[in-house]
Each structure stands twice: as C-alpha cells, then as structure tokens.
C-alpha cells in the first residue's frame, strides 16, 4: 500500500467536510475519486498535498500515510520534492504571462542541476507535441486543452511518482479529454502512481482500476471499476442512468 487515509476527518474554521475518510492506493494503480460537487474530492486532495489554509482545511482527526509514514508534519514544498507527490489543481493554475517553457521549467527549481530534466522535458513534449509547438508561446494565450496539457506536464517536470489531478477533463471537448485519459493510462503503464478525481464519473472508471464515491465527505461505495460501472445506485446517482 503507498498511500492510505485513514479515517480523516478535516475542517475549514468550524465546518467539518470530510467525516472518517479511509481509501488507499496501491503504487502503480490508477483509482478515481467520484461524487458530486462539495462531496470533498478537492479537499481530499488538497490535504494530500499539506496545502495550508485556506486552499486546504485542517485535519482533526485520523491520518494520511505514505509509505507508512504519516504525511501530517511533512511542508507542503517536501511533498513535492521529496516524496514527489505532485497535483494537477482544478482550473490549472498555470503562470499565464510566462510561457510553455518557463511554466515547465519552474517546476524543476527543487531538482537543482538533475541531469534527468532534459530527458523528462522531452518525454512531455513526446507525449504532447503540442507544447512543443508552442513551447515560446505566453500560457494565457493557449487553449483550454493546450493549457491542461500544460499543467500536466508541469507536474510531470517535478520527477513525480504519484500523480493526483483534479478535474482533468473539465472544459475539454470529448476528443480531447479522451486524449488526455489516454495519456493518463500511458503515464501509468510506465509506472505512475495516479488518483484522478473526476465529474466525468463514467471516463475515470473506463481508466481506473477501482474507483472510490464521496458522498458529503463519506465514502459511501467502493470497488473494482467495472463492479461501479454496473451497480445500479452508482450508475443511477453518477453514471447518468
Ligand atoms: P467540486 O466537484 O464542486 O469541486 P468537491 O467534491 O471537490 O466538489 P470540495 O471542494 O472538496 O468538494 O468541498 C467540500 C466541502 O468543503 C464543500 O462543502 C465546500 O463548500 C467546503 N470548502 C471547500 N473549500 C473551502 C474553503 N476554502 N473554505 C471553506 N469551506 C470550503
């Protein structure tokens, strides 16, 4: 097991969103995280990755493990660079008045002089040449899709081995997001660790190969993806009927 919550509870200010969480995932595994808007997907992950107030809430009871160890004192920039956790954040993020370049490279500051950078900015052009394109062009004037891809690869540029992505799909037209939870699959059979929280319930099932349903900050299902993908309260609450 590399990662494993265990019954979590988190707050912001007085308001509990998260009530006993506990999931975990196995290193090499693909697992999605479904449910509905406000159910704690976001915070989930937020929590994962240490953010600090206000972007993440704090956590008042149970614990976050990796590899065994409790994440819960690790800084937010360590999690990062030295247990490689990187997060994909919803809405991107990206530095829009600097280019496709200058965002990937900025993710490389915590690696210093790694002779693997070169090797690993290659791979992402690889896997999206659009990019490579358009590596000079300022990131505000990308397409939506270009500027997913943009903020995958930045994670990517840390030398991650766990990938979390919240909402990868979000203002992609279908072909694109396809394109994208391809990528996905692909990063993964080369080793990547990912959990990908999706609205997009039936799309991170087709990928994953268990997936988790928050409910109000509950897990309230669970199971191998295809078991989701044909339980009939899932498919009626997530999976449009
Ligand atoms: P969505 O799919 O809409 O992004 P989500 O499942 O990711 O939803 P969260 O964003 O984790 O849900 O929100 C869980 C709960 O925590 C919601 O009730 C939300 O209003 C609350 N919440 C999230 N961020 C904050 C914040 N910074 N301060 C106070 N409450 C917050």
Known sequence: MLLSIENLYVKYGNIEALHGLSFHVNEGEIV??????GAG???TLKSIMRLPPPEAPKVSGGDILFKGKSLLNVEPHDVVSKLHIALVPEGRHIFGNLTVMENLMLATYARKNDPAISRDLERIFDLFPRLAERRTQRSDTLSGGEQQ?????????TSCEVLLLDEPSMGLAPLLMYEMFRTLKEL????????????NARLALQ????????DTGEIVAQGPSD??????EVKKAYLGG
């Open 32 to 37: 999605t995280l479904i449910g509905a808007n």
């Open 41 to 43: 997907k976001s915070t």
């Open 149 to 157: 891809m943009l903020a995958v690869g930045r994670a990517l540029m």
């Open 188 to 199: 993964n059979r080369e080793g990547l660790t990912i959990i990908v929280v999706e609205q």
């Open 207 to 214: 990928v994953a190969s268990r997936g988790y349903v928050l």
């Open 227 to 232: 078991a989701l993908l044909n339980d009939p």
